[in-house]
């Protein structure tokens, strides 16, 4: 009988295969010319999925968040967000965290289609409890600009190590945002 995977262990494959994938398309697909540069994009979103999760035990659920970014540089975009996820937990426990979050994300500039990786920190919120615990995440995924609209489509996976409980959530998102 096969030993069950671990969350870590989807966790890891699944962080690898979309770095892979985020590395060798860009360059396979790479633009040729020089557009002039776009102004500054701000834009606000909204997304849901589904959330891997090893707190007090493991399991899924689903998970809603809501985001604001503004591109620095074509290649720099800072992001808040907050999330929410209500995971059952050991013992049969629901509880709702809320999931804030600031990330830096390095993007591949480009007209409709922008990869993207991110690093940040936030925090995990008990709604029953006064703790809050530190976390750290990463993110990959791209932005894909739906044509002739300002609206944005975005899958994208992003992993948080929540600090104090040594705990880890994989969140597999899909999102719209509303460019300004």
Avoid at 10 to 37: D, E, K, N, W, Y
Avoid at 49 to 58: E, R
Avoid at 74 to 85: D, F, H, P, Y
Wanted: hydrophobic share 45%; glycine share 10%.
């Amino acid at each position: 009988m096969t030993p069950p995977i671990t969350v870590q262990a989807r966790v890891s494959l699944s962080f690898a295969c979309v770095l892979i994938h985020m590395t060798c398309v860009p360059l396979l697909a790479a633009q040729s010319g020089t557009a002039s540069a776009p102004p500054p994009v701000r834009a606000l979103g909204v997304g849901a999925g589904i959330s891997y999760f090893d707190l007090s035990g493991i399991g899924s659920t689903t998970v809603f968040s809501v985001r604001a970014e503004l591109e620095a540089r074509r290649w720099l975009v800072l992001e808040a967000s907050v999330g929410a996820i209500r995971p059952n937990e050991q013992f049969m426990q629901q509880r709702t965290y809320v999931l804030p979050d600031v990330q830096m994300q390095l993007q591949l500039p480009g007209e409709s289609l922008r990869p993207y990786l991110g690093i940040g920190v936030g925090a995990m919120l008990g709604t029953q409890s006064p703790r809050v615990r530190p976390s750290a995440s990463g993110a990959a995924g791209f932005r894909l600009l739906v044509p002739g609209t300002r609206i944005d489509v975005r899958p994208e996976l992003r992993v948080r190590y929540i600090g104090r409980s040594n705990g880890v959530t994989a969140d597999w998102t899909l999102g719209v945002a509303y460019r300004l």
